[in-house]
């Protein structure tokens, strides 16, 4: 009865891996492209945080100072 429990044991410990990884690639695999297209929007360089659970993604604000419009005299 021991014996076979520890090959269940052993089973589980090395298949558990496997199949978290290949979640993992199949999640990617689905979601790639929308993932993609997220980050290219919001510029992936200036993405500080990425949560995936209710979708959050929080961007570094920019240090470039906002132009004002000239305004015509009259």
Same mark, same amino acid.
């Given at each position: 009865?021991?014996?076979? #429990?520890?090959?269940?044991? =052993?089973?589980?410990? &090395?298949?558990?891996?496997?199949? +978290?990884?290949?979640? !993992?690639?199949?999640?990617?695999?689905?979601?790639?492209?929308?993932?993609?297209? #997220?980050?290219?929007?919001? =510029?992936?360089?200036? &993405?500080?945080?990425?949560?995936? +659970?209710?979708?959050? !993604?929080?961007?570094?604000?920019?240090?470039?100072?906002?132009?004002?419009?000239?305004?015509?005299?009259?």
């Amino acid at each position: 009865m021991r014996v076979e #429990i520890m090959k269940w044991v =052993n089973f589980i410990t &090395v298949v558990w891996p496997l199949i +978290g990884f290949i979640a !993992i690639l199949a999640f990617f695999a689905v979601f790639h492209r929308p993932l993609r297209q #997220i980050l290219e929007q919001f =510029n992936c360089r200036d &993405v500080i945080r990425l949560k995936l +659970g209710p979708l959050e !993604i929080e961007k570094r604000r920019s240090r470039k100072p906002a132009r004002t419009r000239n305004r015509k005299k009259m």
